[in-house]
C-alpha cells in the first residue's frame, strides 16, 4: 500500500493529520494483535502448529527457549572439565568484573552425561510465548507463481 505525499497544507492540518495516523495505527496493532492472541489461543487449544482456512494459513512458532542460569550450576559438577571449559566461563575480573558466561550452544548438549544433568538443563529452561505468523498462500499456475 503506496500513499502520494500529502498535498500542500497548513502546518495545522499536517500536525492533525499526523495525530490522526498515529491514533489509527495503534487501532490497527491493538485489533491485529487481539487477532493473534485468538488465533495462537485456538491453535494451542487444538494442540495444532498450522491452521489453514482457504487462502490463508497461520503457523504457530515456538521462540528457543531462554535458561535461568542460576538453576544451571549444579551441572558444572556432572561434566567432564574440558567439556565444562568450552561451554561456561567462570565469573571472573578482566578491567571490570565479568560475570559468568554460559555458551547454551555447549552447554545444550550436556544432557548426555546424565539423567540428573538433563534434568537440571530441562528444568533452567524458560519457554517463551510462541508467536502466529500470518499469511496469504501462493498460488500456483501452471508451474508460475502469482501473486
Do not use: S
Not at 491485529?32 to 494442540?47: F, N
Not at 491452521?51 to 535461568?68: H, I, R, W
Not at 556432572?78 to 571490570?96: I, N, Q, Y
Not at 558466561?101 to 552425561?113: F, I, L, N, S
Amino acid at each position: 500500500m503506496t500513499t502520494d505525499p500529502p498535498a500542500p497544507a497548513t502546518n495545522a492540518k499536517l500536525m492533525a493529520r499526523h495525530i490522526y495516523c498515529q491514533a489509527v495505527r495503534q487501532q490497527l496493532a491493538e485489533e491485529q494483535h487481539a487477532i493473534e492472541v485468538t488465533l495462537r489461543q485456538r491453535m494451542m487449544d487444538d494442540m495444532a502448529t498450522v491452521l489453514a482456512d482457504g487462502e490463508y494459513e497461520a503457523t504457530l512458532k515456538y521462540p528457543a527457549p531462554g535458561q535461568d542460569y542460576g538453576l544451571l550450576k549444579p551441572v558444572l559438577e556432572l561434566v567432564p572439565e574440558d567439556v565444562r571449559a568450552k561451554g561456561f566461563t567462570a565469573a571472573h575480573e578482566e578491567v571490570v568484573q565479568v560475570g559468568d558466561r554460559w555458551d547454551m550452544r555447549q552447554v545444550g548438549t550436556w544432557g548426555k552425561y546424565g539423567a540428573e544433568a538433563a534434568a537440571i538443563l530441562e528444568a533452567a529452561k524458560i519457554a517463551g510465548d510462541p508467536k502466529v505468523a500470518i499469511r496469504r498462500k501462493e498460488k500456483e499456475n501452471d508451474g508460475t507463481r502469482q501473486q
